[in-house]
């Protein structure tokens, strides 16, 4: 809109810079506050502008920001109101009085809006915050494992002490009970025979509750299944060689893991497995099934065997000399 077409409107062109503002901002339908929001200039301000009472404004520069958004606000040109406010500002006789307190000091076109400044504050308090993380925790700089320095202390993350859970006790007798044909020697630590024997299918053996440091040979301990009450303890052996010497007490098997070897089924027309009792050491040849296995002999023991058989056979008669040649 010209200044030639708000003179046709208003009938006579208005004397002043305000007066032609306000005849432009009528001509729009605008109010004076839809004016102040579009150019964030106090009402009050532009108030003054348009009654002429520019002494009202701190001084012209600020008089001039004003008005320019102003006129740009109504569609004018804000060159040509900004150089008119400052004639009718320096006018001899016109009057200016300075502002101590003022709301706005700028041209408010230029100026930050609303959401700018907020998200500005946004802004600064987060980086704020963050500061105060970094320096006081230190939860942003991957800090060392295990404590975190927290002002001048030192925290430590406690470590809990392992777990140890004891071996079960063993309670109860102990009890060979023979899987197969297997040949076994048990005797104490005295070196008594306690059993010395072959066990068939389904025979048991219940070690004596006061044998002093019991112990076992036996040829095939993977055919020997031991339980102490009612703990199923692992086989001795997988047979691939007979064992001598192992210690068989409750207190000795307890460190034992415990297996799942399956009871010991009986051969087809056995009989009801027997409990066997504590059979002492019988003479050599009373019973073959009870004789040493050569795998438990020891070298002495050979020994005093050959030397027995020697004197009981007699002594080999010398070689005959083949006669000489006549």
């Given at each position: 809109m010209s200044d030639g077409d708000l003179g046709e409107m208003a009938g006579a062109k208005p004397a002043t810079v305000g007066q032609r503002l306000r005849a432009a901002r009528e001509a729009q339908g605008l109010s004076l506050p839809e004016v102040a929001t579009r150019t964030r200039v106090t009402q009050r301000f532009l108030e003054a502008i348009e009654n002429g009472r520019l002494e009202d404004l701190p001084s012209s520069t600020y008089a001039v920001g004003f008005a320019k958004a102003y006129a740009r606000a109504v569609?004018?040109?804000?060159?040509?109101?900004?150089?008119?406010?400052?004639?009718?500002?320096?006018?001899?006789?016109?009057?200016?009085?300075?502002?101590?307190?003022?709301?706005?000091?700028?041209?408010?076109?230029?100026?930050?809006?609303?959401?700018?400044?907020?998200?500005?504050?946004?802004?600064?308090?987060a980086v704020l915050i963050l500061a105060l993380l970094w320096f006081a925790t230190g939860v942003f700089r991957g800090g060392d494992s295990g404590s975190e320095a927290i002002g001048n202390a030192q925290v430590t993350a406690a470590v809990p002490a392992p777990t140890v859970v004891p071996t079960p006790a063993a309670n109860g007798p102990v009890v060979l009970t023979a899987a197969d044909d297997v040949w076994l020697r048990v005797y104490?630590?005295?070196?008594?025979?306690?059993?010395?024997?072959?066990?068939?299918?389904?025979?048991?053996?219940?070690?004596?509750?006061?044998?002093?440091?019991?112990?076992?040979?036996?040829?095939?301990?993977?055919?020997?299944?031991?339980?102490?009450?009612?703990?199923?303890?692992?086989?001795?052996?997988?047979?691939?060689?007979?064992?001598?010497?192992?210690?068989?007490?409750?207190?000795?098997?307890?460190?034992?893991?415990?297996?799942?070897?399956?009871?010991?089924?009986?051969?087809?027309?056995?009989?009801?497995?027997?409990?066997?009792?504590?059979?002492?050491?019988?003479?050599?040849?009373?019973?073959?099934?009870?004789?040493?296995?050569?795998?438990?002999?020891?070298?002495?023991?050979?020994?005093?065997?050959?030397?027995?058989?020697?004197?009981?056979?007699?002594?080999?008669?010398?070689?005959?000399?083949?006669p000489a040649a006549q």
């Open positions: 569609g004018m040109d804000q060159v040509v109101i900004g150089r008119e406010i400052r004639e009718e500002m320096n006018a001899p006789g016109a009057v200016q009085r300075q502002h101590h307190h003022v709301q706005e000091i700028a041209d408010p076109a230029r100026g930050p809006s609303r959401t700018v400044v907020i998200v500005a504050l946004g802004l600064a308090l104490d630590a005295a070196d008594k025979t306690l059993f010395i024997g072959t066990m068939k299918p389904g025979e048991r053996f219940e070690v004596p509750a006061n044998a002093n440091d019991p112990k076992i040979n036996v040829g095939r301990p993977d055919k020997l299944r031991i339980t102490v009450g009612d703990r199923v303890i692992a086989p001795l052996g997988d047979g691939s060689r007979p064992l001598k010497d192992i210690g068989i007490s409750a207190t000795a098997l307890a460190g034992r893991a415990t297996g799942a070897a399956p009871s010991p089924t009986p051969s087809a027309g056995a009989s009801t497995p027997v409990v066997s009792r504590a059979v002492p050491a019988r003479a050599a040849g009373q019973r073959r099934s009870n004789a040493l296995p050569p795998a438990f002999a020891s070298p002495a023991a050979d020994d005093a065997a050959a030397a027995n058989r020697a004197a009981t056979q007699g002594a080999a008669p010398a070689a005959t000399a083949t």
